[in-house]
C-alpha cells in the first residue's frame, strides 16, 4: 500500500493538516449546503407571503446559491486551493457579461433619463412607434402600456429615448381639424354660417379659442376646407363625432352637396356629341321569365329601349316609339 | 353713466318652497322641469328650449301629468318622503368669461360699468333638513378656455352679451342673475375690453322685492403697474337694487386663488396669436 502511494507521489501530498483540512471541507460541506438549501426555502416562503410565485422562486435561488457558492469557496480554501486564480477569471467573466447586456444596460440607463426628464407620467396616454395606450408603469428597462382595446404593450426605454415619443395628455385642450369638402356650386358664405353655427351650438365645442375655417385649396373635385374646433380633452372624441355628424345632417337640410370623386368628360368642340342611349328602369313584376334574354318580346318586361331621337319625345309616349324601333 | 329706472314688471318668484301632491311643473326661461313625489322616491325631470334668453316664465303649477319620454328624469330613493320641495338658485360653478358682442374701447382714467345678465342653476332641496337632489342649470352655457395659450388655463363658461353700458336698456330677467361689472382703467393708455373672466363662483345672490335677482357689484381696476391692479367685491349689488336680500352664498369663498394670474384673461392684453399663425 505504502508502495503504491509512494509511487505515485501521494505519500508527500497526504500528510496530516492536508488530512485534516479535507475533512473540514467534507464537514463544511455536509453542514453548509443542507443550511444553505433551508435559508432557500425560508427566504421563498417570506417572498411568497409579499409576492407572487415568480419572485419566491428567485429568492430561493438566489439565497441557495449565494450560500452554496460561499460554503464551496470556504471549503475549497480549507483544502488548500488558493482562490486568486478564479478573480481572475472573474475579470473576464465580466467583460463577457457586459457585452451580453449591452441592452439591458442601455434600457437602464434611457429609464434613469426618462425619469430625470419627466416627458410622462403613469396615466398618461402616449403613442410611441405607432402604438397608442395608458402608461400603467415607468419600470427601470421598460414601459408598460395598456391600449384601448386593453391589451398589454412593453416598450423598452431604449426605443422610447430613441424614437418621437407623443404625449396625448400633456395638455388640458385639443384641436379637432375636420376636413370638409364642398361642391363647386356652393354659396361659401352659406357654408361658413353653417359650420361655425355647428360650433356655437354645441356647448362642448370651446368658444375660445375660437374655431377656424380654413380654406385649404381647390380639389379636383371640390373646395377643400379645414375645420378645426378645440375642446377639453375629455370630450375631445365626442365632439370630433358630433360635430361631423351635425356637419352631414345641416348640410343635407340646407342642400349643400359633398361631391364624390368626379370627372368631367368632354368630346371635344370639333366632334360631334357622344350618342347617349336612356334606358327605362326594369319593371319589377313576378311574371318575369328568368329565362328570357333580355331585348326579346317588348311586354315581357325587359328593359325598353328609347333611340336617341326620341328622347326628346314626352315619357308618356316613349312605350310605343319603343316597340317601333326594337 | 348709470341712470337710475326701475325694474319693470314682476313675474313673481318662481324658486322658494312648494309642497308637492303628486307633481308640480315649472317652466323657467328655457327650461322645464317636472318633479314628481312617489311613494319611496323623487323624480326630477327637465329638457330645455335653444334659446338661452327665453323669458317664458310658469312658476310651480300642480300637474299629474307624466313628463314626456324626450324629457331627461333623474330618481332619488328615499325611505321616507315628504311632501316639500324647495328650488333654490344658485350662480354658475365655473368662472365666467364676458365677451361683449360689441367690444369698447377704455382711454386711461376711465370708468365704465357693465351690466350682465348671466344663466342660473337650480338646485332641488328635498327633506328636513333640506337635502341637495341635483342641480339644473336652466341653460347649459357653452365650454370656453381662459387660458392666454392653451398649455394652461381654467375651464369656464362663455357668455356673449350685449354688454349695456345703460341700465335701462336691460329687460327684467328673472331667470337669470344681472350683474354690475365696474371697469377702471388706470393706467395711462387705452385698453380695449374684448373679454373679462367673472369670479362667478365668489358671488352671493340677492333678491330685490320684484324677484329680480342680482350679484354683488364687481370692480376691476387695472393699473400699470400689473401687481397693483386688483379686483374688488363690493358688500352688495348696485344702488339700483337698494332693497334686495341676500339669499345665497358664494360657492367659493376663498377669492385669492382668483386673484393670482387673473389679469392677462381680464383684459385683452395680448393677442391670442396661437390661432392665426399659418396652418
Redesign the interface.
Given at each position: 500500500m505504502n508502495d503504491v502511494l509512494n509511487s505515485l507521489g501521494l505519500i508527500d501530498y497526504i500528510t496530516v493538516p492536508r488530512l485534516l483540512g479535507v475533512l473540514r471541507a467534507v464537514v463544511l460541506l455536509g453542514v453548509g449546503l443542507p443550511l444553505a438549501r433551508l435559508a432557500g426555502g425560508a427566504a421563498a416562503r417570506t417572498a411568497a407571503k409579499r409576492g407572487d410565485a415568480q419572485s419566491a422562486l428567485l429568492a430561493r435561488r438566489i439565497v441557495f446559491y449565494t450560500l452554496a457558492a460561499l460554503v464551496t469557496a470556504t471549503a475549497l480554501h480549507q483544502m488548500g486551493f488558493h482562490l486568486g486564480v478564479l478573480l481572475g477569471a472573474a475579470g473576464v467573466l465580466t467583460v463577457a457579461l457586459g457585452f451580453a447586456s449591452q441592452t439591458s444596460a442601455s434600457n437602464l440607463i434611457s429609464g434613469l433619463f426618462l425619469i430625470a426628464e419627466r416627458p410622462f407620467v403613469v396615466g398618461d396616454v402616449i403613442t410611441v412607434e405607432g402604438t397608442t395606450g395608458e402608461i400603467l408603469s415607468i419600470d427601470l428597462l421598460s414601459v408598460k402600456l395598456r391600449t384601448f382595446d386593453n391589451l398589454f404593450v412593453r416598450v423598452p426605454n431604449e426605443q422610447i429615448i430613441k424614437s418621437t415619443v407623443t404625449n396625448m395628455t400633456r395638455?388640458?385642450?385639443r384641436?379637432a381639424d375636420i376636413m370638409v369638402s364642398v361642391a363647386y356650386k356652393e354659396d361659401l358664405t352659406q357654408v361658413r354660417k353653417i359650420l361655425l353655427e355647428i360650433a356655437?351650438?354645441?356647448?362642448?365645442?370651446?368658444?375660445?379659442?375660437?374655431p377656424?375655417l380654413?380654406f385649404k385649396g381647390f380639389g379636383e373635385s371640390s373646395l377643400d376646407y379645414?375645420f378645426s374646433v378645440?375642446?377639453?380633452r375629455d370630450?375631445f372624441v365626442d365632439v370630433r363625432t358630433r360635430v361631423q355628424e351635425a356637419i352631414k345632417s345641416e348640410f343635407d337640410r340646407a342642400g349643400i352637396e359633398i361631391p364624390f370623386p368626379h370627372r368631367t368628360f368632354y368630346t371635344g368642340a370639333i366632334t360631334d356629341p357622344l350618342p347617349v342611349a336612356l334606358v327605362e328602369p326594369r319593371p319589377r313584376n313576378g311574371a318575369d321569365n328568368p329565362g328570357t334574354a333580355p331585348g326579346g318580346d317588348p311586354d315581357d318586361g325587359a328593359p325598353k329601349v328609347r333611340a336617341p331621337e326620341d328622347a326628346a319625345v314626352g315619357p308618356a309616349e316613349s312605350g310605343e316609339s319603343a316597340r317601333a324601333s326594337t | 353713466m348709470m341712470v337710475a329706472e326701475s325694474m319693470t314688471g314682476s313675474h313673481g318668484t318662481w324658486w322658494g318652497e312648494f309642497g308637492v301632491a303628486t307633481g308640480r311643473r315649472w317652466r323657467i326661461g328655457p327650461l322645464d322641469l317636472w318633479i314628481h313625489r312617489a311613494t319611496h322616491e323623487w323624480r326630477v325631470s327637465f329638457q330645455r328650449g335653444?334659446d338661452p334668453l327665453e323669458d317664458t316664465l310658469r312658476p310651480g303649477e300642480p300637474t299629474d301629468e307624466a313628463p314626456p319620454d324626450s324629457a331627461e328624469t333623474l330618481r332619488f330613493g328615499f325611505r321616507e318622503v315628504l311632501g316639500k320641495v324647495e328650488l333654490r338658485p344658485r350662480l354658475a360653478d365655473r368662472s365666467v368669461?364676458v365677451?361683449p358682442a360689441n367690444p369698447f374701447y377704455l382711454t386711461g382714467g376711465e370708468e365704465a360699468t357693465l351690466y350682465l345678465s348671466s344663466p342660473l342653476w337650480i338646485e332641488v332641496r328635498v327633506g328636513v333638513p333640506w337635502q341637495a337632489l341635483c342641480e339644473i342649470p336652466v341653460f347649459?352655457?357653452?365650454?370656453?378656455?381662459?387660458g392666454v395659450r392653451?398649455?394652461?388655463?381654467e375651464?369656464c363658461y362663455?357668455l356673449?352679451t350685449s354688454a349695456r353700458l345703460h341700465l335701462s336698456n336691460l329687460p327684467a330677467r328673472p331667470q337669470r342673475a344681472f350683474s354690475a361689472l365696474r371697469v377702471r382703467n388706470s393706467t395711462e393708455s387705452r385698453i380695449h375690453v374684448e373679454?373679462i373672466k367673472v369670479p362667478v363662483p365668489n358671488l352671493s345672490l340677492f333678491a330685490t322685492s320684484s324677484g329680480q335677482l342680482w350679484t354683488e357689484t364687481v370692480t376691476l381696476e387695472l393699473a400699470t403697474e400689473r401687481e397693483r391692479s386688483e379686483v374688488r367685491f363690493d358688500a352688495g349689488p348696485s344702488i339700483l337694487a337698494a332693497d334686495a336680500r341676500r339669499i345665497g352664498d358664494p360657492r367659493q369663498s376663498d377669492r385669492k386663488g382668483f386673484l393670482r394670474g387673473a389679469f392677462d384673461e381680464l383684459f385683452a392684453l395680448k393677442d391670442?396669436d396661437?390661432?392665426r399663425r399659418a396652418?
Open positions: 395638455f388640458p385642450i384641436r356655437a351650438r354645441n356647448p362642448k365645442v370651446l368658444d375660445e379659442p375660437k377656424l380654413i379645414q378645440w375642446a377639453v370630450n | 335653444d368669461v365677451r347649459q352655457p357653452s365650454d370656453t378656455w381662459s392653451p398649455t394652461a388655463g375651464l362663455a356673449v373679454r391670442r396661437y390661432e396652418e
